[in-house]
């Protein structure tokens, strides 16, 4: 497709479990960014991929939470031992820094922790 | 560092009534300044950006947003107020110096409009 795709849209886990998260950014775009927005909130800023440079981690909240890119494509964030105030939604964008700066979104992947 | 400032998480007008979301950003370096629209259960959409050049920037469904360097601030405003246009609203600034780095969003505005 032509823009950003998040898989789960919606994942209902329990406590203390691992999570996977994915996103699959827009073609050709070097830059990917992960970010939460709970309930409520603003975009809290979580990691940043670009090209081939070490990623910006300074927004990862815990060590419980990790990312990695693949190929410089997909990305994956991964929450281990999830805790109740994980519960929000994890929003990935992209962008293409030679065609100005905005952020492309997709529409989110939904934690809920019970 | 950057940040931004989003003066009141709500906001109502009526129909029709001027739509005004204030933002107000922190850079140290010379700004990229982004309004981005989220309706209900989507995904945030770009509704217009500055970059470099003209201060007044146009953008989607009847948006403009004027960039005041004196006054730090990157106001979104609509002169007639549409029901379609209830949704939150989000402010960022990115580094224009480099076009590199992390986006900085505000809390964001929740745009409410009255019949």
Not at chain 1, 5 to 20: A, H, I, L, R
Not at chain 2, 17 to 44: D, I, M
């Amino acid at each position: 497709g032509a823009g950003v795709s998040q898989s789960p849209s919606n994942k209902v886990t329990e406590k203390g479990k691992d999570v996977e998260l994915r996103c699959d950014p827009i073609s050709g775009h070097t830059a990917l960014y992960w970010y939460r927005q709970s309930l409520g909130q603003g975009l809290e800023f979580l990691i940043y991929f670009q090209g081939n440079s070490a990623p910006d981690k300074s927004g990862l909240p815990s060590d419980r939470f990790s990312a990695e890119r693949t190929g410089g494509s997909v990305s994956t964030l991964t929450i281990q031992r999830t805790q109740q105030e994980d519960s929000a939604v994890y929003l990935c964008a992209s962008r293409n820094p030679d065609r100005g700066g905005e952020l492309f979104f997709g529409e989110g992947s939904r934690l809920t922790v019970l | 560092a950057q940040s931004v400032t989003q003066l009141g998480s709500h906001v109502s007008v009526s129909e029709g009534a001027l739509v005004l979301l204030r933002c107000n950003y922190s850079s140290s370096v010379p700004p990229y300044l982004f309004w981005y629209v989220q309706y209900p259960n989507q995904g945030l959409q770009l509704l217009l950006k500055y970059t470099t050049g003209a201060t007044l920037v146009k953008g989607i469904n009847g948006f403009e947003a004027e960039f005041k360097k004196s006054e730090t601030s990157f106001h979104l405003t609509k002169p007639s107020a549409h029901m379609s246009d209830a949704a939150e609203y989000f402010c960022a600034v990115s580094d224009g110096s480099t076009n590199a780095g992390k986006s900085t969003f505000g809390d964001g505005t929740t745009l409410t409009v009255k019949p």
